[in-house]
């Protein structure tokens, strides 16, 4: 059975930081492309980051990029998410999604495994 397992979301000041975690478990993690999306209320499921299976090529959302890290650690099966300079508008509920190519990992519909999510909300 396949699980990923999001932490670390929390309340946060703006231009604060915080470090989102990803557990996986039951996959083969090194064989797949790991992504955070992140969904604010009313709005649509909006893929922020992502990251290949060696760590070796990333992606990043106009929104978030020069804020936030993704990197990921095979050997423990986790990857993360390094939030800086944190926004009012960065609220929202963040979850990691694994696919297995990095070549489609802007299409929400190439991601075969889900976390159940992390709240992060952010006061100004």
């Known amino acids: 059975q396949v699980q990923l397992v999001e932490s670390g979301g929390g309340l946060a000041q703006a231009g604060g930081s915080l470090r989102l975690s990803c557990a996986a478990s039951g996959l083969t993690f090194s064989s797949y492309s790991m992504g955070w999306f992140r969904q604010a209320p009313g709005k649509e499921r909006e893929l922020i980051a992502a990251i290949s299976r060696s760590g070796g090529t990333t992606y990043y959302a106009d929104s978030v990029k020069g804020r936030f890290t993704i990197s990921r650690d095979n050997a423990k099966k986790m990857v993360y998410l390094q939030m800086n300079i944190l926004k009012p508008e960065d609220t929202a509920v963040y979850y990691c999604?694994?696919?297995?190519?990095?070549?489609?990992?802007?299409?929400?519909?190439?991601?075969?495994?889900w976390g159940q999510g992390t709240q992060v909300t952010v006061s100004s």
């Open positions: 999604a694994a696919a297995q190519n990095f070549l489609v990992v802007l299409k929400i519909t190439s991601y075969d495994y």
